[in-house]
């Protein structure tokens, strides 16, 4: 289970008209996931972004209320199985996003590197067509929100460590 940690506009696209709740400990590796509407000129992207490992997947803005779920796991199970993380890990995290529930955004780390991670898509969106690549790209962008105090980490590294290296 995960929450996808929704910003003010996305919410309202989604039709959440109330304030969620607050987001209930995930049993995904890669945590809870914020989702936030990114515009780069004329075009919109929906970032969504691991909460544990700042990991960032690229999503289409339209039809965002019917397609946010599906599209996310699809995107989340393209990244992984381009960054080389083994299909029994892969399959694992993919089925512990099959139940999600809507929370606000609320953790300023992961919102303040989302910020951070939308500036390199804009300076980098005309290198890449493909958003599994945009995705591939964001990934190895050193984040001082998942590093330690000597050294700043890379969301890749991060996410493998916390879907291959993490003990059961």
Request: proline fraction near 7%.
């Amino acid at each position: 289970m995960i929450s996808l940690c929704c910003s003010r506009i996305v919410r309202s696209r989604l039709g959440v008209t109330s304030r969620p709740s607050v987001a209930p400990e995930p049993s995904a590796r890669l945590g809870n996931w914020y989702v936030h509407l990114v515009r780069l000129g004329p075009r919109q992207y929906v970032l969504a972004t691991s909460e544990r490992s700042l990991l960032t997947v690229i999503l289409p803005a339209r039809e965002l209320r019917a397609t946010i779920e599906g599209n996310l796991r699809v995107a989340v199970g393209q990244l992984l199985s381009a960054l080389n993380i083994p299909p029994e890990f892969v399959s694992r995290e993919l089925a512990e996003m099959q139940q999600v529930l809507i929370a606000p955004a609320t953790n300023r780390r992961v919102l303040g590197s989302m910020n951070e991670l939308a500036f390199h898509l804009g300076v980098r969106q005309c290198q890449f067509s493909d958003p599994v690549e945009m995705a591939v790209s964001l990934s190895g962008i050193p984040m001082s929100a998942v590093g330690s105090k000597s050294r700043y980490g890379i969301p890749r590294e991060v996410a493998r460590d916390l879907l291959v290296n993490h003990g059961d």
